[in-house]
């Protein structure tokens, strides 16, 4: 075999992906927040770069094809982003309840242990046997600590399982019959919706069965969840739908949106030449990104704007109402690339007369129709099960088979039963067995 070294020229194009056009594209997928937190990011670094902080002006709009102008300059309910005062947690207030005992010292400390162990649930997260052999205690102690810690409120809590929790809970309230007693200690029948087997355990009847499932229902089986149950402020919507005389607009929110200020004043100010290639540097970039975030906010507003106009059924209507889209045909339609509407819906919010959603909420597939009209969306159908599983009867709670039919036979649009189920899971509700299991144990059969 013969080696030998050999020089070949040749051409190519590739795409190069600059920072810049990293940093473009991630302005693209931000939302109002996130866009502030970059921005002051960005004038940390940059001396002639700030960020302008949103204003209550009246917003600058794409306007649709018929639209009229509104007035009123409060786009956003500031109140409503107010969270309510969450009070103590869990943890501090058994606390506080656990130093009002008159313990001894040494059984202060093993009370501690057992906050310590005390879960968000307020159930004990570990074994009472790990915590006297962390004590140093014998395990008949740890109980006769944990029986007075039991007695904190709200009843239920230091609980080891769910029916020592709903049992304490009973006791506080004077509902732990013997009949009680032995529905708590057989939990799992009342999980698989054996009734009669326990009209037998309980050695009750029906009615009397019935009446103390509603006893337990009214019982909290995590008692612990309302103290760290703290409500999320609610985060403002980036774009804001309302209607005029002659048709729907939409508008930047311009009360959380904030912008670039570019600080061309202070660069003057600068009298020292050997800085001259930093300040260059710098006013570039400052000068850049200004461009960029007026770019994204008039890419948005262009693809909000579309979306509207395809979804005007829906704004008048509600979710039955949605029609279905695909991201091919905004991009087409506003002279973008697909990846660059996907990137704009990612973590945009929308207000409307319906409620505010994320953009990218409003695409949806299409689903074949019989009936001759325009095919529906997967998000109207969606709805369409929700209301039809709302509306059944509890006592013969619709099969996924049987939606299916109603669906074919009163919209046209085929759906396979494995199709209703899916968009079932979606919506989070239960199997047809399920809900009848369920509405024999509230009662509902």
Not at 16 to 32: C, D, E, K, P
Not at 189 to 206: I, K, Q, W
Not at 420 to 443: C, F, T
Request: net charge neutral; proline share 5%.
């Amino acid at each position: 075999m013969q080696l030998f070294n050999a020089q070949i020229v040749g051409q190519r194009q590739s795409l190069v992906v600059t920072a810049q056009l990293q940093q473009a594209i991630q302005l693209l997928q931000m939302g109002n927040s996130d866009l502030q937190s970059f921005i002051e990011g960005q004038a940390e670094e940059n001396p002639f770069l700030e960020l302008g902080l949103p204003k209550s002006t009246a917003p600058r709009d794409l306007a649709l094809p018929s639209q009229a102008r509104t007035s009123g300059d409060d786009d956003w309910d500031r109140i409503g982003q107010l969270a309510a005062d969450p009070g103590p947690s869990l943890y501090a207030h058994a606390s506080a309840e656990v130093a009002r005992l008159d313990l001894t010292p040494a059984d202060r400390l093993l009370a501690g242990l057992f906050l310590d162990a005390l879960e968000p649930s307020g159930w004990l997260g570990q074994s009472v046997c790990a915590i006297a052999e962390r004590a140093g205690v014998d395990e008949e102690h740890a109980l006769h600590v944990l029986t007075r810690l039991q007695r904190i409120e709200p009843a239920g809590l230091f609980a080891r399982n769910l029916s020592e929790c709903l049992r304490l809970q009973a006791a506080d309230q004077g509902l732990l019959t013997p009949a009680f007693g032995r529905l708590l200690d057989n939990l799992p029948m009342l999980a698989a919706a054996d009734l009669r087997g326990l009209m037998r355990v309980c050695a009750v009847s029906m009615d009397d069965l019935k009446a103390m499932l509603r006893q337990i229902r009214s019982l909290n089986p995590k008692p612990g969840a309302t103290f760290d149950a703290a409500p999320s402020p609610q985060r403002p919507p980036d774009l804001i739908v309302t209607r005029g005389e002659t048709g729907w607009r939409v508008d930047l929110n311009r009360s959380t949106l904030p912008s670039v200020v570019v600080r061309d004043d202070a660069a003057r100010d600068v009298k020292n030449p050997q800085a001259n290639a930093y300040i260059a540097e710098r006013l570039s970039v400052a000068r850049w990104l200004s461009r960029a975030v007026e770019h994204r906010n008039q890419t948005t507003l262009k693809v909000g704007a579309e979306v509207v106009r395809r979804q005007a059924d829906f704004l008048q209507g509600g979710l039955s109402r949605m029609r279905p889209m695909i991201l091919r045909e905004i991009a087409d339609a506003i002279g973008v690339h697909e990846s660059t509407v996907s990137r704009v819906c990612a973590g945009i919010l929308i207000a409307t007369p319906q409620g505010t959603f994320p953009l990218k909420s409003f695409f949806s597939a299409s689903l074949g129709s019989s009936t001759g009209e325009a095919p529906g969306s997967a998000s109207a159908v969606r709805h369409r099960i929700g209301k039809l599983i709302a509306a059944e009867s509890s006592d013969e709670p619709l099969s996924d088979d049987t939606i299916a039919r109603i669906i074919k036979d009163e919209d046209g649009i085929h759906l396979a039963r494995r199709t209703v189920a899916k968009y079932r899971d979606q919506l989070r509700i239960a199997s047809s067995v399920e809900r009848r299991r369920r509405a024999a144990v509230n009662g509902q059969m």
